[in-house]
Structures are given as C-alpha cells and as structure tokens.
C-alpha cells in the first residue's frame, strides 16, 4: 500500500515536471510514513518540504500545485488534505486498504520479504565464534541469537548472506587444552594427574580424552609432545566444535562457514599482513606506544594483565584513526599478537568481496572494534563497510537471584541448559526484544507462566488464536473459502475501524523488515508483531457480541479473511525472527 503512494506521488512529480509546474532537477528522497494521529489518514507525505530550497517556492505552495496536478491511474485516492507545514495527508479508498488481505494471501510465506538475492548486495554476518576450548554458554546466548535473526532479516531484505563463525584455534589457549586432555588421556590408563592453574577441570575434558583413548588406544602415551600435542589440540578442538554446532542446532542457528584462525598463519597471512603495513610506513619500533601523556588503565584490565608481555615490539599508528592508542602487532621476538590474526582475518573479509561486513560481538569487545577499523582504514580498506553490532550481557535469574552455574552439571550454565528450561522460542524472543546494548535480566520464572503478564506466551497466543477461529469456522461448517473464492463484496464488508486500523498495519511489514535490516535491530519487528497481537486481541474482545464466525455469510468470509491474513502476517513474520508459530496453544485462565 505505501509503495503505491510513492508511485502516485513520482508520477505526479513527473507530469508537473512535463508541465512547467515544477523544474525537479532532482526528486528528493522523500517519505511516506503513518501519521501520528489516525484522523490525518492513512498516508502522510513530506516531498513539498523536500522541495521547498530546489524550486524556491514555499511548501504549502508545492503541496497545493501536487494535489491539483494528482496523478491517481489506480484510482486509489479518497482525498488529500495539506497540513502543517505543507504536508500531504492522504486517505485512501476502503477498498484499497481491504485489497491487503488478497496481497498476503497471495504472497504467503513470501509476504514482507523481498526476492531471494535480488539487490546483488552480499553481506558477511560473524557471530559466535565461541573460543573452542568448552561449550556454547550463556555469556554467548544473546549474540547467537542477535546474529541469527540479523542474518534472517538481511536474507529476507533481498541480500546474500553468509553466516560465519571464527574460531579461535591457535594459540596458548588451545595448546593448554590440548595438555590438559592428554593428562586425562594418561589418567585414563590409571596415571595419577595434576591439573595447574589455568588447566580445564571441567566434566567435557574427560570425555574428550575418552573419545580419543577410543581412537588412538595407547599410541600417545609414552609419546614426546611435540608428537601428542598437535594430535591432542586437534581432537580437543574438533569434538568442542563438534558440541558446539549440536548447541547450535538445538537453537535453530546455523553458520555456512567455519573459519579457523590457525589457516590464517598456516597460510601466512598473519604475518603477511603485518609486512604490508610495515610497507605502508604505518608502523614503527619503539618500547612502547607514543601517545600524549600516560594511559590511565584498570589494575583488572586485560591491558594492565598483559602490559608487560606487550611491552616493546612493532607498532600500528591506529591512533590516526580513531583509536584511543598505537597497538602492538608483533612482539619485540617478533611473534604477532592477537590483533594481528584479526587484523588478517578482516582483510580477508575484505578480499572476499563482500559489500557489508558486520561483527555481532559482545559489549566487553568495545574497545576492540576501533583499532580494527583503524586497522583496515590503513590498508586501504573502506571503513564504511564494516560495521560492529555489540551485544550487552543479560542476567539469568531464578527466585530472584542470578543463574551462572548448572544445577545438573555443576558447571557453567551452558546455551543447551538455557534452551532446555526456557525453550528455544522464549529464548529469541526474550534476546531480541531489545536493542542490542540494553541491559536487563532474563526471569526464568516468568517465562513459564501461560497468562498475558508473560509476553512471549501472549505473543505466541495471537497467531495460536488466529489458528483456532479457522479451525472453528470448519467445525460450525462455514470454513475460509481462501483467495479464489474471495470477492470485493466479501472483502468490503471490512468496514470497522479496527479492521482497516489492522490491515493498513498489516501492509507495512515489508517496510518494517527492510529498515530493521538495514539498522540490524530485528526488535521492530517483534514490536511490529506485538502491537498487532494487541490490536487483534482487543478486536476479538471488543466485538464478542459481534463475532467474526455469525449468521451472516458474507460478513464471516470477509472476517475471516482477515483472520487469515493476520495469521499468514504473524507467520511470516515470526520466520523472519526464528521464531514458531503454534496452531494451538492453551488459552490464559483469564479467557476460559
């Protein structure tokens, strides 16, 4: 429907145009948007006001000479009034509103989405990238569920989507894995260990080292290191991996790639990187970074942790763009750090030819991303095609007090636990029903009450209750007769303010989806979804007396056309989330 009035509103900009009207050098971008009051209409334009300086007339001028000159092919206009400023206030005819329902139905599943790979944009979304040295935890929950639904939501936008997930595999961290699991490998055979500080204690280390005794017998037993711990590394990473993928799945997330951060070096990339910069003139040799003044850092810092292992080396003038300091990117032995693997990663997203690069990470990374972008504005890089979407950490609580450690496990409390108490669905929604850096605390207890003061119950209850009036109208014998039987006279009867409130809703999903895909903020859509629940429930409410499912067939058919199509809405638009859409579900006590 809003598309329809930017066509009536550029055609009519053309034909003044042609006439002499208007010189229209350039049409703007105007928009199109609800008004905030109903009583102005349906539609309310501000391209006179986008005109005003181009044409040298006042607003109200240009708006007058657009609804003289209306150019309305489809007929499709009730009336247009000039307000304020030199707004456009169109209301448009009933029919035009009524005529969503078919729209819809047509589409199906399709509705509020645009075509698969149809604006040739391909966008890299990492997410995750959980280290592989233990299990998906709930440290990592909102950002795979933010970075699953932002991947959704850029696919459903008509753009190519590659989901990815970066691991972590090289280093200290995982050498320490893989002596930890050979030493429960030995222990295995009866050897009496002792793990040091910094060693994984936890249950999953075990059973690593049991899936590789089972392979491997007592190859590695008497073996040196520099035979075990490759072999004990690459087993403990791959069954984590192994597990995490399950974890994943049981959430209904999915990546296309795996990348690893140990082909980066193996390829010589990392290294290779930091001579490019070297060769750019952006680094230089000191003791430690220049900067004005001393750095003031937090005793608990990772940076006051690690100053003195950084302490002197090659440094990366990311202080010219935007970072607070110059960063180490190879040792002073020559060894690249941490930054310089990420460094190399993010040129190869470059090298990929991806048009938008977007890294979900988590609100403790902050200080991470600008040295990154930094990083590639040095290599040439265009910064405006990275973008980082951080995610604050959610407080998991129970009776009040905060859940980090599984009561069955007796260990962290991991995504699986979560998923398995709360559900999958109450997931998502409870971590998309915010902006990414708001904070605020997930109620376990809540969430498994069945009544409207549990909003993922309610939300899920307005397409369940969709659902179950079709399924009545087939019982009482007056089923959907769907889109070939549906004619003007039925769709007409759709009279109700509630119902054309409803419907002109109804038609702005493609347009909610496209601009909370552009944001990456999947939370308008779940709004969306939100406030048409409401104005369905208050409707059924509303009008008991009046029922959708009555004696007058003609009434029915278009009420239930609209039932239909609200459930179609609501379907495509908890798809878009990752989130189901049940047929039945129990009705709150306050609705027996």
């Known amino acids: 429907m809003r598309q329809k009035v930017f066509t009536l509103i550029d055609e009519t900009l053309a034909a003044l145009k042609a006439a002499g009207t208007l010189k229209l050098e350039q049409v703007p971008g105007y928009a199109v948007e609800p008004p905030k009051n109903p009583a102005h209409g349906d539609w309310a334009v501000n391209v006179a006001m986008m005109l005003t300086k181009p044409e040298g007339k006042p607003p109200r001028d240009i708006a007058s000479a657009i609804v003289k000159g209306l150019v309305d092919t489809e007929g499709i206009v009730a009336k247009v009034d000039v307000a304020g400023p030199g707004f456009l206030n169109f209301t ?91 030493k429960r490998y030995r222990q295995l055979f009866g050897e009496q260990v002792e793990l040091i500080e910094g060693e994984y204690p936890a249950e999953y280390v075990i059973d690593i080292a049991k899936t590789w005794k089972a392979d491997v017998g007592e190859r590695y037993l008497r073996a040196p290191e520099s035979e075990w711990l490759p072999e004990a590394t690459a087993v403990a990473i791959r069954e984590n ?101 990420d460094l190399a990663y993010h040129q190869e997203k470059y090298e990929r030819g991806f048009d938008r690069i977007i890294d979900v ?72 029903m915010k902006t990414a850096n708001a904070r605020f605390d997930f109620d376990l207890d809540k969430v498994k009450e069945q009544s409207k003061e549990n909003p993922v119950f309610y939300f899920q209850y307005g397409h369940a209750r969709c659902a179950n009036i079709l399924k009545k109208a087939v019982e009482k014998g007056q089923p959907f007769i769907g889109l070939e039987g549906l004619t003007e006279a039925h769709l007409a009867r759709l009279a109700l303010p509630e119902e054309q409130t409803m419907l002109k809703k109804i038609s702005q999903l493609p347009d909610v989806v496209a601009s909370a895909a552009e944001r990456l903020e999947p939370h308008h859509v779940l709004y969306f979804c939100q406030e048409l629940i409401t104005d369905f429930h208050s409707y059924y409410t509303r009008y008991k007396a009046d029922p959708i499912i009555s004696a007058d067939p003609e009434k029915t058919q278009g009420r239930l056309a609209l039932v239909a199509a609200l459930k179609q809405t609501l379907r495509s638009a908890f798809a878009l989330l990752g989130i189901q859409a049940p047929d039945y579900m129990e009705a709150p006590p306050e609705e027996e």
């Open 361 to 432: 990470l988590g609100a403790d990374h902050a200080g991470h991303t600008p040295r990154i972008k930094a990083g590639m504005i040095l290599l040439g890089m265009d910064p405006k095609k990275l973008e980082f979407l951080l995610v604050q950490i959610v407080r998991i609580t129970r009776g009040g007090e905060e859940v980090k450690v599984s009561k069955r496990k007796g260990t962290v409390f991991e995504l699986e636990d979560l998923i398995d108490e709360a559900g999958a669905d109450v997931c998502r929604f409870l971590f998309l």
């Open 92 to 182: 448009l005819k009933p029919g035009v509103i009524q005529e969503v329902v078919r729209e819809v139905l047509r589409a199906g599943d399709a509705f509020g989405r645009r075509a698969p790979k149809s604006t040739g944009k391909r966008v890299m979304v990492e997410f995750v990238s959980a280290n592989p040295t233990g299990p998906v935890h709930i440290g990592h929950a909102r950002g795979a569920f933010m970075g699953d639904a932002v991947s959704r939501l850029l696919e459903a936008a008509g753009h190519e989507v590659t989901r990815e997930f970066y691991i972590n595999d090289y280093g200290k961290q995982v050498e320490t894995l893989g002596r930890t699991v050979h």
């Open 241 to 341: 991996l192994k597990a995490i993928k399950a974890s994943l799945e049981k959430a209904n997330i999915r990546h296309d790639v795996f990348y690893s951060e140990a082909s980066l070096h193996a390829a010589g990339k990392v290294k290779a990187v930091a001579g490019q910069y070297q060769a750019r003139g952006a680094t230089y040799e000191a003791a430690e970074a220049r900067r004005e003044g001393e750095k003031v850092r937090g005793e608990d810092s990772k940076a006051a942790q690690y100053a003195e292992r950084q302490r002197g080396g090659t440094f990366l003038m990311t202080s010219q763009h935007g970072d607070d300091e110059d960063r180490v990117i190879l040792r002073h032995d020559g060894t690249p750090v941490y930054l310089t693997a």
